[in-house]
């Protein structure tokens, strides 16, 4: 820095010298040294000893107030305290046309700006360097402030950390990149790395490891961001690859709200297309330029073996089996597993809190496609035939166990698919299929989202697939049970291929049946309608079960326990209400009625609240009433509510 200062104060009295010299002034005329930076400038842009020369001449005008009357007096006019393109080539030594041209380095880079308002010519027209190249000439070298607001630094992350920032299966991807990248042409167009996959820190840091590698630093930026306009684009596309060149520095773009097609996504392609530096772009679907070649690399957390391996290194002896509970359930990378596990201090947390833990961080964000569950259904709720509670207790044990049979038993390394659980529900309304989802989620302490179909499907061509794609990344993390309610709407048979609308609709089909097989957390699927589900999702459904309607004695057993303690009974004859025939559903609904219509009367509940609420509830349903039914102990419930008793 200090050299560089003092043969820039060397090179402007050189300057000075000259111009002094050719205003006719008797001065010794004094050599003109190329400071450190213009150098560099000259290496970089390939600019000619005239091009260095009028940028000098330009700085002169910034840092030295006395070239400003010299200036006016070379031009024979004492407003024209300015350089001019006339002056510079008055100045120095063979002058030459290009340097004017918008083509070529001095206004192609923007290092200079032409202060013109279309009636002078080019010639006579002010120059003013621009204040990036200003600040570089002196010494300092700082992001373009008109490029701060569009970029951010990726510095380097996690340091005196105990866990190494990339798993080994990450760091291969890092060394692979870097092989790639050695091997192209010198010169010639770097090809782009397509960062796909879920865990986006990960995808960073192996960005970070690359560049550092060519003595880089890494800039971020969102795709969305990139100016749309032609004028803007070009200026931001020129400042961003002298940027490039200033400060060694390679790009990282964040395309995940960026959709192909969109005027955001032509934009990206655009600059892509124009690019020649090393750009990363931290892609799912965005559609890249033809002439740019590209390398697409998916970057997955690490493998539940490494993750095991990470909390095993964190957690004491006292740690017990926590290490593959937590592994074979979430799915985190070493920082997030390093966050949860050191929180506690050096005392290992029990496994019970590392697992709330790693729940909280998992949470995901599935903006308005899902619906979070309060769930507090327990098995003591749950009334179905012993089969079927067998059944759901398999679906319990299975993803409990899942560590044990995948990594220690050597399943993971014979299966590439089919490693999670799925389960379809089938049976008519109100039989417990949400009640019974509850249970598993409630049993098993992982967040239930029921999965709202109207706002993943989307009558636009490849918009329902999109939606998918973000609620299973979504959910991959571990920490979710995806509940898909009246699921033969999303998941029906495909049909014949007719016209378009056939063809988009199988696709989406066939797009649910690569996820549903691909997701490694539990998926629960709900119809009324078993036979309107497509066969081929049966075949990748580990468990069918089916909720029968209840028979009488599970109707009394439903009706025993439908109505909290706390509630104020009278005399209730559960025999004759486990008569009516009612799914759990409908016995749930008119025990809330009822409980109102007592506490309406301010009476505890009796039979004729209850009965009344069953007459109700069957209108409601379009079935027929059958007064025998609504009659115990000489109470008749009436149309309204209220209650006759016989003479």
Known sequence: MQDNQQVL??????????????????????????????????????????????????????????ITHLCARLQGDSTKIYPTFSLAFNVFDEPSWEAMSSEHPLRYWRLLEVLTNGSVPLMLSPLKIDD????????????????????????KRRNNTQLPNLAPSQQQITQEICQILQHSQLGAS??????????????????????ATFGRSLYGLMGELIPAANSEFAEFMRLWEREEHLLALALYIDTQEVTSGSTSGVVLRRFLSQNRGLLFLDSRVTSLPPNRDA?????????????????????TAEGGESPLILSSQFNLNFGEIEEIATVQGKETPPTEKLWNTCLQRTQPRLDNLAQRLTVKATWDHLVLPEEEVGLLQQIVHQVRLRGQVYDQWGFRDRLNRGLGTAALFAGESGTGKTMAAEVIANELNLHLYRIDLSSVVNKYIGETEKNLRRLFDAAEEGGAILFFDEADSLFGKRS??????????NLEINYLLQRIEAYRGLAILATNLKDAVDQAFLRRLRFIIDFPFP???????????????????????????????????AIYNIAINAAFMAAEQGKALEMEHILSAVRAEYKKLGRPIYEAELQWDGVVADDLGAYAFPD
Do not use: M
């Open 9 to 66: 104060a060397t090179a402007l009295e050189g300057l000075r010298s000259r111009l002094q010299a050719k205003a006719g002034e008797e001065t010794p005329i004094l050599s003109i040294p190329t400071p450190p930076t213009l150098q560099y400038l000259g290496d970089c842009f390939q600019l000619s000893p005239l091009e260095q020369g009028i940028l000098l001449l330009c700085v002169a005008i910034e840092l030295d107030p006395a």
């Open 496 to 505: 014949e291929v007719k016209d378009s609308h056939d063809r988009y609709a």
């Open 295 to 315: 390398i697409a690399i998916t970057v997955e957390k690490p493998t539940p073996k490494e993750q095991r391996h990470a909390w095993e290194s964190l957690l």
């Open 132 to 155: 990036r190249i200003l600040n570089f000439i002196t010494g300092s070298n700082q992001l373009d402030h008109r490029l701060a607001s569009l970029l951010f630094p990726l510095s």
């Open 551 to 585: 028979s009488a004695e599970y109707r009394q057993q439903l009706w025993c326990k439908v109505f909290p303690p706390q509630l104020p009974l009278g005399t209730l004859d559960y025999a004759h209400l486990g008569r009516l025939n009612l799914t759990g559903g």
């Open 190 to 211: 770097l090809p782009i790395i397509q960062l796909l996959g879920s865990d986006a820190l990960a995808k960073q840091q192996i960005a970070r490891e690359v560049v």
